[in-house]
């Protein structure tokens, strides 16, 4: 697979020259991108590498240097410290990461999604044009669970789309949007969502020596209806059953702004005695996903595994270690494109998804101007590995 990789960008010459912005709370994971950026082009052969259209195409790194400063009032502004003029570049932003903090009149505050949001509009309004092009990767889509009216209320997603258009964005990437349809607020412009499922099962199968990859013994479960279509692309490309559960409600009353959920009520075939994939695009508190495990195993399902893109675990941890401790749950997979807390990577029944190559492959393709279409798709690839799997090669 590596070797099919290296080869695929070779036919076409480099939108410009290679720049990547890692916003602060998205730094460990560019540093891993960049690595990768690095070896391939110092490996790669090309006849074309000393013209005028290659330079600067080997460096030592593609990260350039910025940061945004604060002011005593917990203002700021953008700085970009090196050109890049007539770059193509990459701005990777993590809103999540509430770890970083800054001075408040005094007080220690934590960046919230808006203060992520706001720098990466500081660093672009700092590159003030001069870019040949601009392509912002957002793993977590900024405010992407406001995507559609239910009231009089805000459509923050889509604001914050037409915005970063409005200011010369040419490409959006993101992973796993919570309903991909909020591209449409921007119809002219690049918007592509990109599900991890092939880092997901190569985890899985990383991890879990004795699973049985047919629909006599193993199923994936959507745990509501928004999530169906990842757990039926999870299900085809792994030639498994799916089922799914959606959430009973009383409509009669309110309580705290919303219809509380009376059950989980379950759709599908039987899960007795048969290992369990709940594939999911985000764990928030975590509950509702706990507590469809639990509705699995009162009905005699076997091993559960939980997959979901981002894993916020906005309430702890400790939920998941009971539900780890009482066999609830086997295994919960999350992938490292937001902020992951070190108690969490050092939880046995956490696995970890490194998407850094992923993203890298997609830089380098889209430089050269290549079409990232089988990025998208890894139907082929998750077919490799359940291969080597099945022939005890992982």
């Known amino acids: 697979m590596g070797n099919r990789e290296e080869k695929r960008n070779l036919e076409t010459i480099p939108v410009g020259s290679l720049g990547m912005i890692a916003l602060e709370g998205c730094r460990p994971l ?29 460096r030592s790194s593609y990260l350039l240097n910025a940061k945004v400063p604060r002011f005593g009032t917990g203002e700021a502004k953008g700085m970009i410290l090196e ?21 408040l009149c005094g007080h220690e505050n934590h960046m919230s999604p808006d203060d992520h949001y706001q720098d990466l509009k500081r660093i672009i309004a700092a590159v003030g044009g001069k870019a040949r092009r601009i392509t912002v990767i957002m793993p977590f889509l900024y405010e992407s669970r406001q995507h559609k009216r239910t009231a009089r209320e805000s459509l923050d997603c889509a604001l914050a789309l037409q915005e970063l258009v409005h200011m010369g964005v040419d490409n959006i990437i993101t992973f796993d949007a919570h309903d991909p349809r909020v591209q449409n607020a921007i119809p002219l412009h690049g918007f592509e969502t990109v599900q991890p499922t092939y880092q997901f099962i190569k985890g899985l199968l990383r991890n879990e020596k004795e699973l049985q990859l047919d629909s006599a013994h193993m199923m994936v479960i959507s745990p509501d209806e928004g999530g169906m279509s990842r757990a039926i692309y999870m299900a085809n490309v792994l030639g498994l059953d799916m089922g799914m559960f959606y959430k009973r409600r009383d409509y009669t009353t309110i309580v705290n702004g919303r219809n509380p959920i009376v059950a989980h009520e ?51 941890l400790d939920k998941f270690d009971s539900a780890y401790e009482n066999g609830i749950i086997d295994r919960v997979l999350t992938t490292n494109v937001i902020y992951q807390t070190p108690e969490l990577l050092q939880r046995k029944w956490y696995v970890n998804c490194d998407m850094s190559k992923y993203i890298a492959y997609i830089i380098d393709t889209l430089n050269h101007d290549s079409s990232i279409s089988d990025l998208l798709n890894p139907s082929e690839r998750i077919q490799n590995v359940v291969a080597k799997y099945k022939n005890g090669q992982m």
């Open 83 to 103: 050109s890049v003029r007539g770059t193509d570049l990459y701005l990777l932003v993590d809103v999540c990461n509430y770890s970083l903090t800054y001075s």
């Open 266 to 316: 379950f759709l599908g075939t039987s899960v007795e005695d048969k290992d369990v994939v709940i594939v999911d695009d985000m764990i928030s508190s975590g509950e509702s996903v706990l507590e469809v495990a639990a509705l699995l195993k009162e009905r005699k399902a076997k091993k559960i595994f939980v997959c979901s893109t981002f894993g916020l675990f906005t309430n702890g």
């Open 30 to 58: 560019c540093e891993k991108v960049d690595k990768y950026l690095v070896k391939w082009r110092a490996e790669r052969e090309s006849e074309h590498k000393d013209s005028l259209a290659f330079s600067g195409y080997q």
